[in-house]
């Protein structure tokens, strides 16, 4: 608050408790504070304080002069028309609609002013900057791959010899030319990003200024970018042409040279956009239990359990070994019972966000929807075949699938049962994931997306843009089994846990894949599937008994 102008005698009190002489001041939220009231003030976590001491304390803001009322501040702020003005304007063009003090609306511009340049510094600008780093790499890698091409055409032209230089060397210019427009479009891609990491540099520098001067007119008028930049740009996917030898045949000597495949460049859009950092918040810190210990035990009726999925903490959706859905109470109570529109067995189930159940139907190659017990069919796929689904924080969903001839395995997030990413290979084109008809996933906290990837006898877990971050292959221990990962989930203390079905165990790590330690003194039998509730219970899904447990650990 403003104080009035005082004597050497006069003492400055505290703006809170108004009791205690001042010796601090917050700058964000223009408050002087005693020594016992800066506690309490910075209990407020939702808003970045800054409090220093009272002697380096900042100026204070004022109202700014009024642009078309030069002799008049500007003293309050038009919510309608998001602009200050004063007292005149008020009278003339703005009455009857809704007004504020023009400090109070600074100040939460000013608080929205802080978030925006916090993002950009270190979220946006960096997911730029990786793109960037990406591209130079994929550059440095040209002359090797575009090299084994050259010198494959060499090694056939040497079995030919004169009569079939002419014919290599087009190959070899063929080469060049798509060498060249390779780099023309991972430059072009490589500048309009970095155009737009010049562009961050520029903004974060007018914010920081704004932030400095404190200038009530700059900060009001101040227009948030933030929303345009989240989308990234296209990501360019480059299919590297081969070189395909054929036997000599003096007829065709051309055709025996080899032919090239033509090289495609594609732009890959990135459906998936960088979380605002408002909807990100840091749970309280749970320690995991010494002794996790089962609170209750649900017998689910089928001969094989596959899935498990809370609908709350007291019901859980199952499926298995038959057609229908089960949804259960804790006291194995059935609910509700649906049965899949082919009559096939149910692969996979998920819950959206407002309750409705997923299912995968692998022979049919679909993803279903069941909605107040009516079921449509959402996603159908060609060529490939769904395997395991999950639903995001955002709604969407991530299918793990195998390709028809066996042979290639990937993710796919659909939003709105939209495909707006593909997830398949790492930075150096090498798949993310084997073969395997077992791929449960789940979304981490931090939206990393976990796979558990039972053909590899791994975790793969990449990030919210499809890069891998680290592959868990279990933890060295006096296990009888080899790691066999099955069914995958996430807590909120952004732990993974994934379920090793062999060794009748459950592994938790933490978000980084570093071990912390086992579920095993359950008495779990083949564990499978798992979930967790809004709680973090642990809900088991074990595979042979058909029972479902709930396990307290943390």
């Known amino acids: 608050m403003l104080h009035p102008p005082c004597s050497a005698q006069d003492v400055l009190l505290c703006d809170l408790c108004e009791t205690i002489p001042l010796q601090s001041h917050c700058e964000l939220c223009n408050v002087s504070l005693c020594k016992a009231c800066v506690g309490e003030h910075l209990s407020d976590s939702s808003k970045k304080h800054n409090v220093v001491s009272f002697l380096h304390r900042k100026s204070t803001p004022s109202y700014p002069k009024c642009p078309k009322h030069p002799h008049k501040h500007s003293e309050l702020y038009c919510e309608k028309c998001d602009i200050p003005v004063c007292s005149t304007c008020v009278s003339k063009k703005h009455k009857g609609h809704n007004l504020c003090d023009f400090l109070e609306k600074l100040g939460s511009k000013t608080e929205s002013l802080q978030k925006d340049l916090e993002e950009l510094e270190t979220r946006i600008y960096p997911k730029y900057e990786e793109m960037a780093s990406e591209i130079q790499i994929k550059k440095s890698k040209l002359q090797t791959n575009y090299g084994k091409l050259t010198t494959a055409a060499d090694q056939q032209g040497e079995v030919l010899h004169r009569e079939i230089t002419a014919i290599v060397n087009q190959r070899k210019s063929d080469i060049q030319e798509m060498k060249n427009k390779h780099v023309a479009a991972l430059d072009k891609n490589r500048d309009e990003i970095t155009q737009r990491i010049t562009e961050f540099r520029k903004i974060i520098e007018d914010l920081k200024k704004i932030l400095n001067t404190k200038d009530g007119s700059l900060t009001s008028t101040y227009k948030s970018r933030n929303g345009e930049f989240r989308q990234l740009p296209p990501k360019v996917r480059v299919i590297l042409p081969s070189f395909s030898p054929s036997k000599i045949d003096e007829d065709h000597l051309s055709k025996m040279v080899g032919s090239m ?59 298995g070994n038959n057609k229908s859905m089960n949804l259960l109470n804790l006291q194995s109570k059935l609910l509700t019972s649906i049965q899949t529109k082919s009559g096939n067995w149910p692969q996979d189930i998920a819950v959206t966000r407002d309750g409705n159940l997923v299912y995968i139907d692998y022979k049919n190659k679909t993803v279903n929807l069941v909605k107040k017990k009516k079921i449509r069919t959402v996603i159908t796929l060609q060529g490939w075949e769904p395997l395991n689904v999950c639903n995001t924080s955002s709604d969407d969903l991530l299918v793990t699938m195998i390709s028809e001839d066996r042979e290639q395995s990937k993710v796919v997030r659909y939003s709105g049962f939209t495909e707006t990413q593909t997830i398949q290979f790492d930075d150096q084109d090498r798949p993310l994931y084997l073969s395997g008809n077992l791929k449960y996933i789940s979304e981490n906290r931090n939206l990393d997306i976990c796979v558990a990837d039972w053909a590899a006898s791994a975790v793969v877990v990449v990030n919210q843009l499809g890069k891998l971050r680290f592959r868990y292959t279990g933890h060295p221990s006096n296990t009888k089994k080899s790691f066999n990962p099955i069914g995958i989930t996430t807590d909120s203390q952004s732990h993974i846990l994934t379920a090793d079905n062999y060794n009748d165990r459950i592994h938790i790590l933490d978000q980084d894949g570093q071990f912390l330690r ?7 039998y083949r564990p499978c599937g798992l979930c967790v509730d809004i709680r973090d219970n642990l809900f088991v899904a074990e595979w042979d008994t058909a029972k479902v447990k709930k396990i307290q650990y943390i």
């Open 518 to 524: 086992y579920i095993y003194s359950c008495r779990l």
């Open 261 to 319: 495949s033509s090289l495609t460049i594609t732009t890959e859009k990135q459906g998936y956009i960088i979380k605002s950092t408002e909807a990100v918040s840091s749970p309280p810190v749970k320690p995991l239990l010494d002794e996790p210990r089962v609170t209750a035990t649900i017998d689910s009726g089928y001969n094989t359990l596959y899935s498990v999925n809370c609908l709350s903490e007291e019901q859980v959706w199952t499926c």
